[in-house]
């Protein structure tokens, strides 16, 4: 069965520290898919990436990067020098086999304080 | 071009009503997907579909159905309401193009409560 594993509930920093928001997976599966979502304090939803297990290179954009690590069974998702825009709930979710049926974890509140 | 937008924003029902919550894309995506959020929870997949005709069911589909008669269409139906069902409904439209990036397009939510 899959599973997705965010231990972090709440993260707490400081404008234009980095952050990382950690998450866990486990699935039987060796075709799978990752992905990342974040939800503002506004409520909408917003998909930010989607890694595929057989690509471990890590992907960067602007002030995001994500780090894969196939050994390890993470996803991590670092924001460096965050913003106060950049507070949210942020969600790591799974996909196995053919990428359809997609497991959230609990999701990681990310304060940004000015 | 106005993305994703989710019919009604918001409804009250009471228990066994049943009511039908519309999806609507204009992007001409194939894949369209019906979630829940229930509070400090992430996502859970109700229905999906993977093109015009075709539906799946999710990690939650009991007490629901859905309907693609139309591409850019994806209704999601309570039969009998029931107050477990109060929840943020949020569709999504995605793109899965070979070789490239997937992009995934939310509609607003709706927020149900059933008494």
């Known amino acids: 069965a899959q599973k997705v594993t965010q231990a972090q509930t709440e993260i707490s920093v400081v404008e234009k520290e980095d952050v990382t928001l950690d998450c866990v997976y486990e699935?039987?599966?060796?075709?799978?898919?990752l992905f990342w979502y974040k939800q503002p304090p506004s409520g909408e939803l917003v998909f930010l990436i989607r890694r595929n297990s057989f690509d471990e290179q890590n992907e960067i954009s602007g002030r995001y990067s994500w780090n894969f690590q196939k050994s390890t069974s993470s996803f991590n998702f670092t924001i460096t020098a965050s913003q106060v825009v950049d507070s949210a709930v942020y969600f790591c979710?799974?996909?196995?086999?053919?990428?359809?049926?997609?497991?959230f974890g609990a999701g990681t509140r990310l304060f940004v304080k000015a | 071009n106005a993305g994703v937008t989710q019919t009604p924003k918001f409804r009250v029902l009471k228990t066994g009503q049943s009511m039908t919550l519309l999806c609507a894309q204009d992007?001409?995506?194939?894949?369209m997907y019906w979630y829940r959020q229930d509070p400090g929870m992430g996502l859970r997949l109700i229905h999906y579909s993977v093109g015009e005709g075709t539906t799946a069911k999710g990690e939650v589909p009991d007490g629901y159905n859905v309907s693609r008669l139309k591409k850019q269409n994806f209704l999601l139906g309570l039969e009998s309401a029931a107050p477990s069902q109060t929840s943020v409904y949020f569709c999504?439209?995605?793109?899965?193009?070979?070789?490239?990036?997937?992009?995934?397009?939310f509609g607003p939510g709706t927020r149900l409560l059933v008494l």
């Open positions: 992007m001409n995506h194939e894949y």
């Open positions: 999504a439209s995605i793109f899965r193009p070979t070789g490239r990036q997937e992009t995934q397009y």
């Open positions: 979710a799974l996909s196995e086999g053919g990428g359809f049926k997609t497991i």
């Open positions: 699935t039987r599966d060796t075709t799978y898919y």
